[in-house]
Nanobody
């Protein structure tokens, strides 16, 4: 079993930046793809970005491509999401998750073991 703890959320003005972190413990972190999801009020949870076990391959949703960067530090068991050029549509609770079922990065159903989430609010 893996435990995930997100941090780094907050309130930021449109155009600003935030860096989210996800600390993992338990299962071997470096063996699995990891991803960031978000859920806005009254919307379904969506996959925002994912990275393979080594960090060499990434996936981004079209809505964040070019603005967000996912990375990982396997030595620190930590996943990151650098978010730039934020806009109010990015407001959501952000969750990290692990894919212990496959090597695919773009299949949301393969991800699980959710953390508690961290709130990101972007004001206009």
């Amino acid at each position: 079993q893996v435990q995930l703890v997100e941090s780094g959320g907050g309130l930021v003005q449109a155009g600003g930046s935030l860096r989210l972190s996800c600390a993992a413990s338990g299962r071997t972190f470096s063996s699995y793809p990891m991803g960031w999801f978000r859920q806005a009020p009254r919307k379904e949870r969506e996959l925002v970005a994912a990275v393979n076990w080594s960090g060499a391959n990434t996936y981004y949703a079209d809505s964040v491509k070019g603005r967000f960067t996912i990375s990982r530090d396997n030595a620190k068991n930590t996943l990151y999401l650098q978010m730039n050029s934020l806009n109010p549509e990015d407001t959501a609770v952000y969750y990290c998750a692990i894919n212990s079922y496959s090597a695919y990065l773009s299949r949301p159903a393969d991800f699980g073991s959710w953390g508690q989430g961290t709130q990101v609010t972007v004001s206009s």
